[in-house]
């Protein structure tokens, strides 16, 4: 696959965006992983970038973004954090990819077990994962009123979900930049749950 330039990152819309990011995943659960030059695109790039994405996601040795959607170098800005949550860094590295590095998307990825929210569920206190922990609390206090037992398997991942529904929340509420791009179709704001059993990413857009 092309090294992408500035002229076919601006020829992306946000859906072809999007729909980029789903075809590189389905080619990822089939194992069907494109044709790419990596070392050449390390000399493609190395005078300047042009993603079409920024994706946050979960530091899970399972979810590299860039392989789960097979993705090359030079594609997609990675943004990792546990528990896919969102704080200032992350609204200012989201608001350069797009405002400043042309970037078409914004997609936050979250996954199925994750320790981060399972953590959060069961209260755990440590160390500054005590803060980071923190700001899963949301998502648990919008699942808690529909469940008997938050710590559940099946709790802990309507968390997960709603982890990344609030997510997106906080970058429309705390980025104008970005909310702005939104609202004048620049940008596509999305989530998505990543299976670690069958590698398949499920967006909610």
């Known amino acids: 696959m092309k090294t992408l330039t500035k002229k076919t990152q601006n ?12 075809e590189g995943n389905e080619r990822f659960v089939k194992n069907n992983r494109a044709d790419r030059n990596l070392l050449e695109q390390v000399s493609e790039t190395a005078s300047g970038q042009f993603p079409f994405a920024v994706l946050l996601s979960c530091i899970d ?17 990675s943004a990792r954090v546990a528990g896919n949550v969102v704080n200032e860094d992350i609204l200012g590295s989201m608001e350069y990819s797009c405002k400043v ?18 953590a959060a569920c069961q209260d755990v206190e440590l160390g500054n994962i005590t803060a980071l922990l923190s700001k899963v609390k949301p998502a648990i206090q919008n699942v808690k009123p529909s469940v008997d037992d938050i710590t559940s398997e099946a709790s802990v ?8 529904k ?24 999305v989530g998505g749950m990543y299976d670690v059993k069958s590698g398949e990413v499920n967006f909610f857009d």
């Open 11 to 22: 020829e992306i819309t946000p859906q072809i965006a999007l729909d980029l990011l789903k």
């Open 61 to 77: 040795s399972r979810t590299s973004s860039e392989l789960i959607f097979d993705q090359g170098i030079g594609d997609i800005f």
């Open 101 to 118: 590095a042309g970037s078409k998307i914004v997609a936050v990825i979250g996954h199925s077990k994750c320790g981060a929210v399972t």
């Open 157 to 164: 991942q309507k968390v997960a979900d709603e982890n990344v």
């Open 166 to 189: 609030v997510a997106m929340d906080e970058i429309r509420k705390k980025s104008e930049i970005l909310a702005q791009m939104e609202r004048d179709g620049e940008i596509k704001i």
